[in-house]
């Protein structure tokens, strides 16, 4: 049975989606254990690739500034309406959502 068979039927038996054993905590999918594991997997991870990331982010800044777009969303900077700036009309406004 693959994963996702076992996920459901866990889920239908008010198990833990992801040990089946013990109860979920109150409105949520997975036990305290699990969710405290799967925390501490998150933290490893974000501590391992923080600097990549950065470097990335950056990276990518400064290709857009380059390139005349939009730091934010990355569409093409207006010639009149955006002129001297970084982002564009909708960014500056809030109108996008951010990439997080």
Request: glycine share 8%.
């Amino acid at each position: 049975m693959t994963r996702k068979i076992f996920r459901d039927k866990f889920i239908a038996d008010g198990k833990c989606a992801n040990c089946g054993s013990r109860e979920p905590i109150k409105r949520n999918l997975y036990c305290g254990l699990c969710m405290l594991k799967d925390r501490e997997k998150g933290r490893k991870w974000y501590k391992k690739n923080k600097e990549k990331k950065k470097k990335y982010a950056l990276n990518e800044y400064y290709i857009r500034m380059e390139t005349n777009r939009c730091i934010g969303c990355g569409t093409p900077l207006h010639p009149e309406a955006d002129a001297g700036r970084v982002s564009c009309i909708n960014c500056r406004e809030g109108l996008y959502a951010t990439n997080y």
